[in-house]
């Protein structure tokens, strides 16, 4: 009966270290442009950059996957977009 306690107690402990360090993997990032295509900005995610920009979440995600070509009047796109410094 005592190491049945004492599973039971390792397997909440790590479960709870589990949940204090967890990271997000779903999160995708997505960069902003301009329909001329000028680098606006980079977000963590899809609802990160809706926040920032009140443009509808959908719509950029529909953006990002190709069935929508703009949202918001802007052109969206997974990754980060690195500037180059020169």
Same mark, same amino acid.
């Given at each position: 009966?005592?190491? @049945?306690? @004492?599973?039971?107690?390792?397997?909440? +402990?790590?479960?709870?270290?589990?949940? @204090?360090?967890?990271?997000? /993997?779903? @999160?995708?990032?997505?960069?902003?442009?301009?329909?001329?295509?000028?680098? +606006?900005?980079?977000?963590?995610s899809?609802?990160?950059?809706?926040?920032?920009? /009140?443009?509808?979440?959908?719509?950029?995600?529909?953006?990002?996957?190709?069935?929508?070509?703009?949202?918001g009047?802007?052109?969206?796109?997974?990754?980060?977009?690195?500037?180059?410094?020169?």
């Amino acid at each position: 009966m005592g190491w @049945l306690y @004492l599973v039971i107690v390792l397997m909440i +402990i790590l479960t709870i270290f589990g949940a @204090l360090f967890k990271t997000d /993997n779903r @999160l995708k990032a997505v960069s902003q442009w301009t329909k001329d295509g000028r680098f +606006i900005s980079n977000f963590r995610s899809i609802t990160e950059a809706s926040q920032h920009t /009140n443009v509808s979440y959908s719509g950029i995600g529909n953006c990002c996957r190709g069935t929508q070509k703009t949202s918001g009047g802007y052109v969206w796109k997974y990754g980060n977009y690195k500037i180059e410094q020169s």
